[in-house]
Nanobody, 128 residues
Framework: QVQLVESGGGSVQAGGSLRLSCAASKYTVGRNYCMAWFRQAPGKEREAVSTIEDYDITTYADSVKGRFTISEDNAKNTLYLQMNSLKPEDSAMYYC?????????????????????WGQGTQVTVSS
């Protein structure tokens, strides 16, 4: 059973930074993979923040480009999201997700319905 466990959320002031981690078990991070960070604020739909796949191909939502960086550590089997220059509108529950690569699925789309495995989420709150 694949498990994804997020950590690193918390409360920060605007302009601050946080680094989220997602430790994976029974899923290989960094090889033949597709993973993403999603977020969901109260009353809003879950949205893709960033995706990463083989050859470290990454995508970012326009709202976080230049501020967030997704990365992976294959040795630790862990996915990260470095979040800098945080804004109050970044406040949300952040989820790590993964799927089994399939040529029919475009990882970069970050389609929430195509991701099979999900973590429990970690809360990020940014105050102004």
């Amino acid at each position: 059973q694949v498990q994804l466990v997020e950590s690193g959320g918390g409360s920060v002031q605007a302009g601050g930074s946080l680094r989220l981690s997602c430790a994976a078990s029974k899923y290989t991070v960094g090889r033949n993979y597709c993973m993403a960070w999603f977020r969901q604020a109260p009353g809003k739909e879950r949205e893709a923040v960033s995706t990463i796949e083989d050859y470290d191909i990454t995508t970012y939502a326009d709202s976080v480009k230049g501020r967030f960086t997704i990365s992976e550590d294959n040795a630790k089997n862990t996915l990260y999201l470095q979040m800098n220059s945080l804004k109050p509108e970044d406040s949300a529950m952040y989820y790590c997700a993964a799927l089994v690569p399939d040529r029919r699925i475009d990882c970069a789309r970050g389609n929430v319905e195509e991701f099979t495995y999900w973590g429990q989420g970690t809360q990020v709150t940014v105050s102004s």
